[in-house]
């Protein structure tokens, strides 16, 4: 099963971990990628899996002895998009930093009907706030984006 791919993984866990401080990363993952991955994982025997619920009912399957940890989250998101559920974006949270841009502070909106003395929102709702703000990815080597996950090589 998945012939090679948990070997090519490591190789490219590796590289991408070498940034790592933590000593733990999180992958967001579809659910037939998260579970392609659990039985490659299962079927290896030279890594160990864990499972557990964390912060706000949130299932964490845990993947250990690659160069660091790896802990998979299945994104409802991922896994209702076809295109998505064989995919998994492998992030280190510690190495992302919300940016505000000057003057894009949050903002609230008064009440208003779209003139000078407010926005109407399409949601029905007259009043809200608005933030201006970015993502910046410190050492984009880190993250890695991949698909395909589960799907015999020879037959892609």
Not at 20 to 31: A, E, P, W
Not at 46 to 57: E, H, P, S, V, Y
Not at 78 to 87: A, E, H, I, K, V
Not at 96 to 116: F, H, K, N, Y
Request: charged share 20%.
């Amino acid at each position: 099963f998945l012939g090679g791919w948990l070997d090519w993984f490591r190789e490219r866990f590796l590289s991408a971990s070498r940034y790592n401080d933590t000593g733990k990363v999180l992958g967001f993952v579809g659910d037939v990628a998260h579970n392609a991955i659990c039985r490659a994982v299962r079927e290896s025997g030279w890594l160990q899996i864990t499972q557990q619920t964390r912060d706000w009912g949130i299932k964490v399957t845990t993947i250990h002895g690659l160069s660091c940890d790896l802990g998979l989250i299945t994104h409802p998101r991922f896994s209702t998009n076809r295109r998505l559920q064989r995919s998994m974006l492998v992030t280190d949270p510690t190495l992302l930093t919300r940016v505000v841009r000057e003057g894009g502070d949050m903002a609230m909106i008064p009440a208003g009907d779209g003139g000078s003395s407010g926005w109407t929102f399409k949601t029905g709702e007259k009043g809200g706030a608005y933030i201006d703000e970015g993502l910046q990815i410190n050492n984009a080597d880190a993250h890695m984006w991949i698909d395909n996950i589960g799907v015999d090589n020879q037959n892609a």
